[in-house]
């Protein structure tokens, strides 16, 4: 198969992480990939931010598992050990959902391609976005004017036996 191809075969959400960090090479790549992706009129009007600390992914973390009143033992973050946020701006920004989704589906799949797991997420936004979370989105220095729309977490697999979730492959029309 193209090795293309069989890295979007092969990428899956995952949901369990090692301590062990993203190399500066390996991240640099991923955003890279993330920032090269199409958006609408060529905008490109999206903002990358990465979070690596780790007093902050707690706060976020625990900041979604109260928004959305989770069991104390659920940790939406999956215990990653970067999150990385894109954001776009509140006003002038008609594709933001789609330009910020792209960029985080290229990202997965570069990290993916690296050897490393990754999750696409939206709840952190929901936290991010709330009146808790906005100290936290001052810390995060997420531009003045941006929402943030979509997310993922990175990090290296600790279960990676896990296999890809099935797919109904049952969802095509063609018109010939
Ligand atoms: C738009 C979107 C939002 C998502 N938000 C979350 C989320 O907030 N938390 C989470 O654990 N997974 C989230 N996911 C991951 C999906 O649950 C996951 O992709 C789906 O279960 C299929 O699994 P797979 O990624 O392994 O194919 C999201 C995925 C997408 C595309």
Do not use: W
């Not at 069991?71 to 920004?93: K, M, Q």
């Not at 979509?150 to 969802?171: E, F, R």
């Amino acid at each position: 198969m193209n090795e293309t191809i069989e890295i979007i075969m092969k990428r899956k959400g995952t949901k369990s992480y090692t301590n062990q960090q993203v190399s500066e090479t390996d991240l640099d790549a991923i955003i890279s990939s993330g920032i090269v992706g199409p958006t609408g009129r060529n905008l490109q009007n999206r903002h990358f931010t990465v979070v690596q600390n780790a007093d902050l992914l707690k706060q976020i973390n625990d900041g979604v598992r109260t928004l959305i009143s989770a069991p104390a033992d659920y940790n939406p973050l999956y215990g990653a050990p970067t999150l990385i946020i894109t954001s776009a701006p509140v006003e002038d920004a008609p594709f933001a959902e789609q330009d910020c989704a792209i960029a985080v589906e290229n990202m997965t799949l570069a990290a993916t391609a690296l050897n490393l797991g990754s999750r696409y997420l939206v709840s952190p936004t929901r936290f991010i976005e709330s009146e808790p979370g906005k100290t936290v989105k001052q810390v995060l220095g997420i531009p003045a004017g941006y929402r943030s729309v979509a997310c993922l977490i990175v990090g290296y697999d600790a279960d990676p036996s896990q296999t890809p979730v099935p797919k109904n492959m049952n969802v095509v029309n063609y018109v010939k």
